[in-house]
């Protein structure tokens, strides 16, 4: 009996109408490999076929290739990433510059907490070609769009209520989230590097552009 036969006596067949679970499944265990090795070619598809327990061909039905299971795992991420801000945000009331100030110390917290998803978002473990695979261009430029679109409306009602002085939000944001990643990656990799108090309220209010004064501070 061959190997993925022998895998599709490991799993009971699902019922009619629950493909979304065995593609949840399918995530799932590739997520696992993900985070178990660091590596993206440990993901292939008889690899996850064989931790879901099913033959690798029925991975066709959900995903054309690798690379589609890949950006599955990614576009997750990422939308977990999105509900955690959000949550944030609303959890820190309707002051803007209390709740652009969550945002950032939640995708901080995002980083500290998940640093296997967090370095397949952004570690440069999964780069897809896009010549030869099912993942187009767009699909790779668009991915943590909603949080990025998150963060530039939270500066941008910062300058409308006056706590900050951006003239190009949009922009701002953009250099706002480059210092927030490079202090949650630098924290991954220098752990003991003596980071000096209030670092990340130091990196936010300079890259916010936050006036004087205000709500968020002392984080």
């Keep these: 009996m061959g190997e993925d036969a022998a895998a599709t006596h490991g799993r009971v067949r699902n019922r009619r109408g629950e493909g ?6 399918i995530v799932v265990a590739a997520v696992g490999l993900l985070e178990e090795t660091g590596d993206e ?19 066709y039905r959900h995903f054309p290739d690798q690379p589609a299971i890949m950006l599955a795992v990614v576009r997750d991420a990422f939308a977990d990433l999105d509900e955690q801000l959000r949550t944030a945000m609303d959890a820190a009331g309707d ?26 978002m952004f570690g440069g ?20 769009q909603a949080s ?56 936010i209010t300079a890259l916010a552009h936050f006036t004087d004064g205000g709500a968020g501070r002392g984080r």
């Design 148 to 203: 990025m679109d998150r963060l530039a409306e939270a500066l941008a009602e910062c300058v409308a209520a006056g706590s900050a002085t951006s003239d190009d939000p949009a922009a701002d944001a953009v250099a706002l989230w480059l210092g927030l990643h490079g202090l949650a990656h630098q924290r991954a990799v220098s752990p003991a590097f003596r980071w000096p108090p209030g670092i990340a309220e130091r990196v």
């Design 41 to 59: 070619s440990a993901v292939t598809l008889r690899s996850v076929a064989r931790r879901v327990g099913i033959a690798a061909p029925s991975i």
């Design 20 to 25: 979304a679970r065995l593609r949840d499944e």
């Design 125 to 144: 473990l999964w780069s897809p070609d896009t010549n030869a695979s099912s993942v187009t261009e767009e699909d790779v430029a668009t991915l943590g």
């Design 95 to 120: 002051e803007p510059r209390a709740r652009l100030t969550a945002l950032c110390h939640s995708y901080l917290e995002f980083a500290l907490a998940r640093p296997g998803r967090y370095r397949i």
